[in-house]
Each structure stands twice: as C-alpha cells, then as structure tokens.
C-alpha cells in the first residue's frame, strides 16, 4: 500500500511520525529547527488511515510499523535514516530504530507512548495551569478536544493547535482508528524484544503534566538508551513540542547535533 510522505530539504534523512488520530501537520513547527540544523531531508508520514494515507487491510499498530517500514524502503533503500516519534508514532518509531539498528542514525521520542494499554500507564491527573474559558470557546465545536489537552490555553496555543491538530483530527479515518485501537499493542516492546541497550543518540522528551502518557514510563527504560537526552518539561501537557515550542526545538537541535556528530 501507498502511504502519503511530505518531503522537505535535501540530505541525511529524517523520518518523523505523528500521533494517533492526527497526521503529518502536528509535527511541522519542528521544521524550523530541523531546517536550521542544516543538512536533513525530512520525511513526515501520514501514518495509515491518517492524513492522507488510506489504511488499506492495516488493522493493527504491527501492520502500521510494517506499512512504515515498506515505504522507507522503497524510498530510502539502505539508506542510513534518523527517525523521529511523537506519542503513537513514538510506538512505531522505537520498534523501527530496533528493528533496523544498522541504519538507524538516532531516535527521539516526544510525548512517546512506551506502555500500550491506558489503564497500566503511570500518569498524572489532568490539571490545566491556565485556564481560559474564552479561548476554549472560541474553538466551538473542537474546543473540548483542545479543552482535554490543553495545559496552557492561550490564544496562541489554541492557534497552534486549530492550525497543527485539528486538521489531521477531522482528516483521520474513524473506522481505520477503531479497528487499530483494537489491536493497539505491539508483539513485544522493543526494548524486551531487542534488549540489548539502543546505543545511538537518543532524545526522550516527556511532559509533567501530560496526562495521556505521562513521563514516568518513558523513564522507566532509561537504562536501556545510555545516549539519552531525557527531559520532564513543566507548562506542558500531551502536545508538549506546542506547549514548549522553544524548548523542545532547542532539545531536537542538540539531539540532531549528536546525530550529526556520531556519523562523521
């Protein structure tokens, strides 16, 4: 099957998978940081049944990560990539870098999904630290959606997401997400099926008030990344690279310079 890839730059290549239930759209205010390293091509996915990319007979996030890595390989061939992960794509993301160590360049992970199943996930209680019920209103019908993930409801971060979020929200395929969710786990997780430590530089970016995911499970494998960056921003909730944007542009930077600096 087909999936939809936004191609921007020219170089070594950066594979970025967004969320679930969004697409490619949530990952771009990384772009100007990406571009300013210098020297990437980036690769942002539509993940099946996302965006643009039709699901097809995937049913599963196993036939996602499969649907992904097809797509790399016809695009990248042997090609050594780097691969960027935000909460469900983190999933699909951590099993590639696995998968595929010699020509994985490095992974990140924000607001990554590191334990499948909501119920067994450590996360806070959800606690907006400003709250302004004109901003949420101004959003209509979609402003519960933003409502439930906003920590910082401003006007601007309520612009952020309206411009990032929203529209891969209203483009995802609901029969696609429903039979996906079913299926939500992986096999193993990575870091079991492939225990050896992931030695390449690596970026974890977590957030104290993402009540989603949380943070605590990402730290739970610490051990497991002996070149991780990990990080616990505050002011931020599930949409921390848009709660945070200059601090989480300053965390990929510094992780694409370890990339960077690793390979030469």
């Known amino acids: 099957m087909s999936v939809h890839v936004v191609e921007r730059g020219t170089g070594t290549p950066l594979v970025l998978l967004h969320g679930f239930g969004v697409d490619h759209r949530l990952l771009l205010p990384l772009d100007p940081a990406v571009e300013a390293a210098g020297g990437w091509r980036r690769l942002y996915v539509d993940l099946p049944g996302h965006g643009r990319s039709p699901a097809g007979d995937v049913a599963s996030t196993e036939g996602v990560a499969a649907a992904v890595r097809d797509e790399l390989a016809r695009r990248l061939g042997d090609e050594p990539f780097a691969i960027l992960g935000n909460s469900f794509g983190a999933m699909v993301a951590r099993r590639i870098a696995h998968d ?11 607001a990554g999904a590191f334990v499948a199943e909501h119920d067994r996930r450590t996360v806070p209680e959800q606690q907006v630290l400003v709250e302004d019920a004109a901003v949420v209103a101004s959003l209509g019908d ?18 952020a997401y309206t411009e990032h979020a929203l529209p891969g929200v209203i483009a995802a395929d609901q029969d696609a997400m429903e039979r996906i969710a079913r299926r939500y786990a992986l096999e193993a997780e990575p870091e079991e099926a492939s225990p050896e430590p992931f030695a390449a530089p690596t970026l974890i970016v977590t957030a104290r008030q993402d009540q989603v995911v949380g943070y605590e499970d990402a730290w739970a494998r610490v051990e ?9 921003l505050d002011a931020a909730g599930h949409n921390v690279h848009l709660d945070q944007p200059a601090l989480v542009a300053a965390l990929v930077t510094d992780w694409l310079r370890r990339v960077d600096a690793e390979r030469r």
């Open 142 to 159: 979609a402003g519960a959606d933003y409502a439930e993930v906003a920590v910082i409801q401003t006007r601007e971060n309520a612009q």
């Open 100 to 110: 595929q160590r010699d020509r994985v360049l490095g992974l990140a992970t924000i």
């Open 224 to 232: 497991h990344y002996p070149r991780a960056t990990f990080a616990v």
